[in-house]
Each structure stands twice: as structure tokens, then as C-alpha cells.
């Protein structure tokens, strides 16, 4: 059964053609094409195929696409996010965790823009010594603790919204390393106390960026190049309490797995919101949160709805799924072995966590037929699959 939506994104890129890419010519840049590509060619037989058979009882399946593995594309992050999610199973701690966000005032959505790299790490280091300074705080939890930290740039509506989601385990390392601090059910950390803290630290970043020359300011930024003109603008960015988000500390383990399927390698929009493409014009399902969360649909051309989903393009090479804390690699093959210890789950932890490299990983899809293991047998390139049938458009290669 063919399972592809009526409309996908390829289709919307296919439409626009080379003509967007020239009316876009003053701001659209090589790694944009590239991504536009990689969409429109993913799953055709311009990158080839292969068949796969199942070890199990041998049920061959017909030649299948390959994916293009663009961590912008639509329709490869399922994948990705299936590796990503067993290799971290050995790493989650029997114990409750928590889900904050760490969010930009759009007054910084411009600079954000023109700085992607800088602000993104600035973004992410910002909120992750927050995080750790505040538990550390004898105050407050008085613990080392450990989270992963997951970029988005979007809104529902596809406009420009950096922002940080933190997944933390509720609780921490003592700082002798003799014990395990849990934190209160119904409370991590104080809002108040993250909220400050996160907007001084990225202010302070911003500041010692600008001094070493490193912010780029174009168009209508160009006056904040001048040292007086940036620091007025830096003092506005005080006059309100930026958005730090936390819920209660929620399910163990096994939710937890599930909760983060929802965040990592996530795209701008995915092809099961889109809901037609008719007459040069994209109509998307987006979630309304400021009206109890209410489902609309959002019609815009698509000129506009490319421009926005580009937005969203990463710096070339940019991590955007990181680790703190006891987490991060330098402490996690030492400290989360401790964890399991300290909580009472030693067994689980008899040997060092594996790197992401050497994690086994289940086969991307199962036999149809027994539920095998499938298993490429044969890969043909674009030049050999002009001799061939056409392929399921619904199978990829891993």
C-alpha cells in the first residue's frame, strides 16, 4: 500500500523551478540550491536503487529509491532519528525527566539571521552554563546534572523563532560524587531565576562577540556597527524577561524515548501538514498556542513558503543535537556509569556506554513477509535503473 501524502514538498519545489530560484536570486545561496535539489531528487532514480531481501525467508523486494540523507529533506529524518534514539537508550537514567525551552526575543531574530553560526552556539552554550550554574547552586538543587539540548528555528507558521529544547534528567551528582540529589516532583529549577540568568550570559556573549569583531551587519542592521548604536540596542534587550519554559518533571526511561522522537531531528515542516498545492499557492496545517492549541490551515505562495522553509537551513557542518553535563563525551563514559550506580542500577551500566559509532542499531524496515531482517542485495545506479521497471517510490535505503 502506497502511503505517500497527496502533497510533499518535493512536489512544492518541483512547481517553483528554476524561475524561484532566479526571482531569489539577491538572497538565495548555493547551500539553499543544494537543499532544494536534494529534495526534488530524493527517492527518483536520479540517486539510484537497490533491492533488499529478507535473511529470514528470502522474500526479495522490487528495486526501491535511494534517499538523498539531507538533514533538511522531509523524508529522510525518520531514519535518522530511529539510530539516533537506540543508540541513546543506554544512556537513559531510571529516573524522571524534565523538557525546558530556552527561547530568543524576536528583537534578536534579525541579528540571528546575518550570525547563524555565532548566535546558534551562542544559543545553545548560553542556555546549557544556565542549566548547569543554577542545579549546581546549593540553593536550588546543589547537583551536577546532565540533558541534551536540540535546536529548532521555527514557528508553526515557518517564521524565524530560535529557540533550545533541553530534555534534563530531575536530579544530579552530588559535587563529591558520593550520592544522587533527586528534585522535587512537582519542580526543577525557578523560572525566574533561569530566565535571568540564561539573558545575562547571552547578552554578555553578545557583547564580547561585537568586540572581537565577529557580528556581521547588513541592510537595515548596518547601524549597529557603530559601538554606541549596539550598546543602546543591547540595553533594550534588559527591559523584559526573556522566555525560559519548563514543565514538571514527567515519566521515566520509557517515555522518555518517546518525548524526544517528538524534537530531534525535526525539519521546519514535515510533508503530513502540508494539505494542497493549487493555483502557485502552499495551504499547511500549523498549531495556533496563543487559542488552546487550536489546528488552522495557513495558505501562502509558494515563492513565500520556500523563502520561509530556507530560513531554516543549518551553517554547513553545524551540530544541532549536543550533550551536557554528565553527558557530554569527555564526563559520560566516567560519570554515567556513576549515575546507574547512585540510583541503584548498576547491572544495566556493567560496561562504559558505546560510542554513537560502534552502536548496533535494528535494520531501518523488516521483512513484510516473517518480520526478518532485510538486507541490500543489489544496488543499481540512475544509468542502470533507465533498464529496469520502475521502483516502490515508498521504500529508501538506510
Given at each position: 500500500?502506497?502511503?505517500?501524502?497527496?502533497?510533499?514538498?518535493?512536489?512544492?519545489?518541483r512547481?517553483?523551478?528554476?524561475?524561484?530560484?532566479?526571482?531569489?536570486?539577491?538572497?538565495?545561496?548555493?547551500?539553499?540550491?543544494?537543499?532544494?535539489?536534494?529534495?526534488?531528487?530524493?527517492?527518483?532514480?536520479?540517486?539510484?536503487?537497490?533491492r533488499?531481501?529478507?535473511?529470514?525467508?528470502?522474500?526479495?523486494?522490487?528495486?526501491?529509491?535511494?534517499?538523498?540523507?539531507?538533514?533538511?529533506?522531509?523524508?529522510?529524518?525518520?531514519?535518522?532519528?530511529?539510530?539516533?534514539?537506540?543508540?541513546?537508550?543506554?544512556?537513559?537514567?531510571?529516573?524522571?525527566?524534565?523538557?525546558?525551552?530556552?527561547?530568543?526575543?524576536?528583537?534578536?531574530?534579525?541579528?540571528?539571521?546575518?550570525n547563524?553560526?555565532?548566535?546558534?552556539?551562542?544559543?545553545?552554550?548560553?542556555?546549557?552554563?544556565?542549566?548547569?550554574e543554577?542545579?549546581?547552586?546549593?540553593?536550588?538543587?546543589?547537583?551536577?546534572?546532565?540533558?541534551?539540548?536540540?535546536?529548532?528555528?521555527?514557528?508553526?507558521?515557518?517564521?524565524?523563532?530560535?529557540?533550545?529544547?533541553?530534555?534534563?534528567?530531575?536530579?544530579?551528582?552530588?559535587?563529591?560524587?558520593?550520592?544522587?540529589?533527586?528534585?522535587?516532583?512537582?519542580?526543577?529549577?525557578?523560572?525566574?531565576?533561569?530566565?535571568?540568568?540564561?539573558?545575562?550570559?547571552?547578552?554578555?556573549?553578545?557583547?564580547?562577540?561585537?568586540?572581537?569583531?565577529?557580528?556581521?551587519?547588513?541592510?537595515?542592521?548596518?547601524?549597529?556597527?557603530?559601538p554606541?548604536?549596539?550598546?543602546?540596542?543591547?540595553?533594550?534587550?534588559?527591559?523584559?524577561?526573556?522566555?525560559v519554559?519548563?514543565?514538571?518533571?514527567?515519566?521515566?526511561?520509557e517515555?522518555?524515548l518517546?518525548?524526544?522522537?517528538?524534537?530531534?531531528?525535526?525539519?521546519?515542516?514535515?510533508?503530513?501538514?502540508?494539505?494542497?498545492?493549487?493555483?502557485?499557492?502552499?495551504?499547511?496545517?500549523?498549531?495556533?498556542?496563543?487559542?488552546?492549541?487550536?489546528?488552522?490551515?495557513?495558505?501562502?505562495?509558494?515563492?513565500?513558503?520556500?523563502?520561509?522553509?530556507l530560513?531554516?537551513?543549518?551553517?554547513?557542518?553545524?551540530?544541532?543535537i549536543?550533550?551536557?553535563?554528565?553527558?557530554?563525551?569527555?564526563?559520560?563514559?566516567?560519570?554515567?556509569?556513576?549515575?546507574?550506580?547512585?540510583?541503584?542500577?548498576s547491572?544495566?551500566?556493567?560496561?562504559?556506554?558505546?560510542?554513537?559509532?560502534?552502536?548496533?542499531?535494528?535494520?531501518?524496515?523488516n521483512?513484510?513477509?516473517?518480520g526478518?531482517?532485510?538486507?541490500?542485495?543489489?544496488?543499481?545506479?540512475?544509468?542502470?535503473?533507465?533498464?529496469?521497471?520502475?521502483?516502490?517510490?515508498?521504500?529508501?535505503?538506510?
Amino acid at each position: 500500500m502506497n502511503n505517500r501524502p497527496l502533497v510533499e514538498m518535493a512536489d512544492i519545489v518541483r512547481c517553483a523551478g528554476q524561475a524561484f530560484i532566479q526571482r531569489s536570486r539577491k538572497w538565495i545561496n548555493w547551500q539553499h540550491q543544494k537543499v532544494l535539489l536534494a529534495i526534488t531528487r530524493c527517492r527518483t532514480a536520479a540517486l539510484g536503487g537497490h533491492r533488499d531481501r529478507c535473511t529470514g525467508c528470502g522474500h526479495t523486494t522490487r528495486i526501491s529509491y535511494n534517499s538523498c540523507r539531507n538533514r533538511h529533506c522531509t523524508r529522510c529524518q525518520g531514519n535518522a532519528r530511529r539510530r539516533w534514539l537506540k543508540a541513546r537508550e543506554r544512556e537513559l537514567l531510571p529516573t524522571r525527566y524534565v523538557h525546558a525551552v530556552f527561547t530568543l526575543p524576536r528583537e534578536l531574530a534579525p541579528l540571528a539571521l546575518q550570525n547563524k553560526r555565532l548566535i546558534y552556539n551562542l544559543l545553545f552554550h548560553a542556555s546549557a552554563e544556565t542549566l548547569l550554574e543554577v542545579a549546581r547552586n546549593p540553593r536550588h538543587l546543589g547537583a551536577e546534572i546532565g540533558f541534551f539540548s536540540v535546536l529548532h528555528s521555527w514557528n508553526q507558521r515557518l517564521q524565524f523563532h530560535p529557540h533550545i529544547h533541553c530534555v534534563v534528567a530531575a536530579g544530579g551528582i552530588t559535587p563529591d560524587h558520593s550520592g544522587w540529589i533527586s528534585a522535587r516532583r512537582s519542580f526543577f529549577l525557578p523560572i525566574g531565576v533561569l530566565s535571568g540568568v540564561f539573558r545575562g550570559k547571552f547578552v554578555a556573549g553578545l557583547r564580547n562577540a561585537f568586540h572581537r569583531g565577529e557580528l556581521q551587519f547588513h541592510g537595515s542592521l548596518l547601524p549597529l556597527a557603530q559601538p554606541h548604536a549596539f550598546s543602546a540596542w543591547l540595553r533594550v534587550l534588559f527591559r523584559h524577561d526573556w522566555v525560559v519554559y519548563s514543565k514538571p518533571p514527567f515519566g521515566g526511561p520509557e517515555h522518555v524515548l518517546r518525548y524526544l522522537g517528538a524534537y530531534t531531528h525535526r525539519v521546519a515542516i514535515s510533508n503530513s501538514r502540508l494539505v494542497a498545492l493549487c493555483d502557485g499557492k502552499v495551504t499547511f496545517r500549523w498549531r495556533d498556542s496563543a487559542h488552546g492549541n487550536k489546528k488552522r490551515l495557513m495558505t501562502l505562495p509558494v515563492d513565500e513558503f520556500l523563502r520561509r522553509f530556507l530560513l531554516h537551513v543549518l551553517p554547513p557542518g553545524f551540530v544541532r543535537i549536543r550533550n551536557f553535563g554528565f553527558l557530554a563525551n569527555r564526563n559520560r563514559a566516567t560519570l554515567l556509569p556513576l549515575c546507574f550506580r547512585l540510583l541503584g542500577n548498576s547491572e544495566k551500566m556493567a560496561a562504559p556506554p558505546a560510542s554513537p559509532s560502534t552502536v548496533q542499531t535494528d535494520p531501518v524496515w523488516n521483512c513484510p513477509v516473517c518480520g526478518g531482517t532485510m538486507h541490500v542485495v543489489e544496488r543499481l545506479s540512475a544509468a542502470q535503473l533507465l533498464l529496469r521497471s520502475p521502483p516502490q517510490p515508498d521504500r529508501s535505503a538506510a
